[in-house]
């Protein structure tokens, strides 16, 4: 989904909404092939995500 509003990872302008947790985000946190954002999409795919565990 197209939105407008500042990336909840990094204050960037956001243009995606995660179908997961519904974070609005930018290209760069926004995982097209999942349609999550990258945090989400790390933790579906069994990743650890950004940042420590």
Not at 3 to 30: I, M, N, P
Request: overall charge negative; charged content about 20%; glycine content about 14%.
């Amino acid at each position: 989904m197209s939105v407008t509003g500042l990336c909840q990872r990094c204050e960037s302008e956001a243009k995606f909404s995660c179908d997961r947790c519904g974070a609005l985000v930018c290209q760069a946190h926004y995982d097209p092939s999942t349609g999550y954002c990258t945090e989400c999409a790390a933790e579906v795919r069994g990743g650890s995500g950004p940042g420590p565990r």
